[in-house]
């Protein structure tokens, strides 16, 4: 019997060690090495407690990094979840055929499946000032005047990343939402439905609430995305022009690998964590209060 016990334990352990070893010991190790100064290229660790963090916080950088990652997600939150959900109701309403559903559905998912890195890359092609799409495009339709150096200018850089990613990630989230509002009964919109509830009334009272779960998931996804933000940024401007699309992504990647300071770049992990961390949280609280 004891054994009997044990087995389900057992098939959970090579999983558990595995988490264990990479991500707990990490993280762990990471916190540990925010409060020393230590190279690459060298052996010795030199204890400095709180300097990197005074460091890290006195950044002249610091609060363009909060403010980029900060538009980002507000940014992914309207168009991303927002605008996905609106198109995964219309996917699901009556007003669109089976067979253009599924073309829909493909059309909007395959950005999704592009790597990142060529994503940026497209897209860097896409708003080369001289001979890219969209100054091509504006030209065309005599818009000539419209026409901007738009990842190289430091207004402007930020917004052209962000709508990058919109481009690309909003399929995604839209497909997350369609299954989500495929699982919803249709006895109840069929009871809705005899009662007089239009689209709208059904979307508003019946999908969105029975897909509230999913919808939060999609949320807490964009927001850790969003903080956890690097290819798009690395492979279009790599924080520039100046540090104007400076991301804390990036500046971790460029404090550990570029200027070989990897008690900053710890910081920065361990930043980037704990405010993962604190959206986690928040995301399990409140999905164990609607269960209440």
Known sequence: MRSKKRTPYLYMLPGLLMVLVFVYIPVIANCVY?????SSYSQGMTFVGLDNYVRFFRNETFWIMI??????????????????????????????KTRARNIFRNIYY?????????????????????????????????LSSMTQSWLGDSKLAIYCIIAMSQWQFTGY??????????NVSEDYIEAAIVDGAGPVRRAISILIPL??????VCIIITIIGAFKLFTE???????GPGNSSQVLGLFLYQNAFLHDDLGMAAVTGVFIFVITMAISIVQIRVSRSGEQ
Do not use: D, H
């Not at 925010?34 to 230590?38: E, T």
């Not at 592009?114 to 860097?124: E, N, Q, R, Y």
């Not at 940024?233 to 924080?239: E, H, K, L, M």
């Open 173 to 182: 989230i839209t497909l997350l939402m369609v299954v989500a509002f495929q």
């Open 211 to 216: 897909a509230k779960e999913q919808l939060l």
């Open 233 to 239: 940024v690395y492979s279009t401007t790599a924080g």
């Open 34 to 38: 925010s409060f020393f100064r230590l």
């Open 110 to 142: 395959i950005p999704a499946l592009i790597s990142l890195t060529a994503v940026g890359l497209m897209f860097t092609f896409v708003y080369e000032p001289n001979l890219g799409l969209l100054n091509s495009a504006l030209k065309a339709l005599g």
């Open 67 to 96: 403010r980029n990652n900060s538009l980002y997600c507000i940014i992914s939150l309207i168009v991303q979840v927002g605008f996905g959900t609106v198109i995964a109701l219309l996917l699901e309403s009556k007003l669109v």
